[in-house]
Nanobody
Framework: QVQLVESGGGLVQAGGSLTLSCAAS????????IGWFRQAPGKERDFVAG????????NYADRVKGRFTVSRDNAKLSVYLQMNNLKPEDTAVYYC???????????????????WGQGTQVTVSS
């Protein structure tokens, strides 16, 4: 099992940067691919970015390509989402999730993940 806790959310102005952290527990963390999702009030949860269990393959939603970067540090049991040039449309609760399937490219489907964090709020003002 893997337990995930997000942190790093907050209030930022448009054009600013923010880095989210996903702290994990569990000795098999390195065998999971990690996905970042976000959900705005009244909207569905959408895929943002993902990283493979090996850490060598990443996947991004079109809306964040070129602005967001996902990385992981297995030794620290942490995954990060660096967000640059933030826009008001990025405002949402951000979740990290872990999936146990050994797939090369992180899936963008929420059903592909087994464990979820509690989320961290990101608010971008114009």
């Amino acid at each position: 099992q893997v337990q995930l806790v997000e942190s790093g959310g907050g209030l930022v102005q448009a054009g600013g940067s923010l880095t989210l952290s996903c702290a994990a527990s569990g000795r098999t963390f390195s065998n999971y691919h990690i996905g970042w999702f976000r959900q705005a009030p009244g909207k569905e949860r959408d895929f943002v970015a993902g990283i493979s269990w090996t850490g060598g393959v990443t996947n991004y939603a079109d809306r964040v390509k070129g602005r967001f970067t996902v990385s992981r540090d297995n030794a620290k049991l942490s995954v990060y989402l660096q967000m640059n040039n933030l826009k008001p449309e990025d405002t949402a609760v951000y979740y990290c999730a872990a999936g146990s399937r050994p797939i090369l490219v992180p899936t963008s489907q929420s059903l592909g993940y087994d464990y979820w964090g509690q989320g961290t709020q990101v608010t971008v003002s114009s």
